[in-house]
């Protein structure tokens, strides 16, 4: 799951010509937070 959102924040990067890079890195860290949140207990 987190390697998706990764390739998916990289995929959206990359289209927008880092025109959304500050965007992209706040939901980055706004989904790893959660994902820490909801399944802590299962890391890759």
Known sequence: M???VCQFI???DISTAGTS???SIKL???S???LNSKT???RI
């Open 10 to 12: 990289s995929f959206v």
């Open 28 to 30: 980055l860290f706004a």
């Open 21 to 23: 890079a500050d965007f």
């Open 2 to 4: 987190v390697y998706w």
């Open 40 to 42: 802590v207990d299962k």
């Open 32 to 34: 790893i937070s959660y």
